[in-house]
């Protein structure tokens, strides 16, 4: 079983940067692969960047890569997503989902999902 609680969001201007976390309870954190996804009012949920268990591996979306980066502290259990040079349409909940590598990334499937952190940027 494993938990997951965001932290971080909140409101920038454009062009500026955040840091989100995810913080994971559960023995099993490390055999997990990470991934953050957002969801914006009246569009669907959608990946953001994923990570392997090992870190060795990362996958990003298409409208995300070059500003955005994933990592994990094992040690910490916890996932990072760094963004910079945001856009108003990075605005978003944003949610972090451990599982499988592919399935996060292929098909939105997660085996545990966090509750949210909301990021909005401003123009």
């Known amino acids: 079983q494993v938990q997951l609680v965001e932290s971080g969001g909140g409101l920038v201007q454009a062009g500026g940067s955040l840091r989100v976390s995810c913080a994971a309870s559960g023995r099993t954190f490390s055999s997990y692969a990470l991934g953050w996804f957002r969801q914006a009012p009246g569009k669907a949920r959608e990946f953001v960047a994923a990570i392997s268990w090992s870190g060795g591996s990362t996958y990003y979306a298409d409208s995300v890569k070059g500003r955005f980066t994933i990592s994990r502290d094992n040690a910490k259990n916890t996932v990072y997503l760094q963004m910079n040079s945001l856009k108003p349409e990075d605005t978003a909940v944003y949610y972090c989902?451990?599982?499988?590598?592919?399935?996060?990334?292929?098909?939105?499937?997660?085996?545990?999902w966090g509750q949210g952190t909301q990021v909005t940027v401003s123009s």
């Open positions: 989902a451990a599982g499988t590598l592919l399935r996060l990334v292929r098909t939105l499937y997660a085996d545990y």
